[in-house]
């Protein structure tokens, strides 16, 4: 499976990844020495919180190489009159007449509690390059549903 980033998405998760290898292991290296210290390691809170911190940040770093690794670069191709990454959507849900705004985005940066949805999730796979006035029927795992697109907003306005 490929995951569909744009080269300054991949890029802000290589940052991560040297800060996470380089500041954060440090940290917990630290922490862990600290409470090695402090002896019986078996009853050791502090032993035991750095051991799982250390796990959580090595497979947060090798979840982002796979990511990185799988990853498809892709750019937006759209016109300025298609829906497309990096731009604001408002659509109409005609079941219930009301609308919404959205900001089409790559897997990563996805964020459907800020309204930023993901290019590959039902919503929008449908509305990837549509156009404006146009209706286009949603397959979600809760039901079929049908939307409208209203207005497209280019990153440039």
Do not use: W
């Amino acid at each position: 499976m490929h995951n569909y980033l744009t080269q300054d998405a991949i890029n802000k998760l290589k940052e991560e990844i040297e800060y996470k290898k380089v500041v954060v292991r440090k940290q917990i290296n630290e922490d862990l020495k600290e409470a090695k210290a402090h002896g019986d390691l078996s009853e050791n809170f502090e032993y035991k919180a750095a051991k799982r911190d250390r796990a959580r940040n090595e497979s947060r770093i090798r979840y982002l190489e796979r990511m990185i690794k799988t990853a498809k670069i892709i750019t937006d191709t759209t016109g300025k009159d298609e829906v497309g990454l990096g731009k604001k959507v408002i659509i109409r849900f005609l079941a219930d007449n009301e609308t919404d705004e959205f900001t089409m985005v790559t897997t990563i940066e996805a964020d459907p509690m800020n309204n930023l949805i993901s290019i590959e999730c039902p919503l929008g796979k449908a509305l990837f390059k549509g156009k404006v006035g146009y209706a286009y029927k949603v397959q979600s795992p809760e039901g079929e549903y049908t939307v409208r697109i209203e207005k497209i907003i280019s990153q440039e306005g």
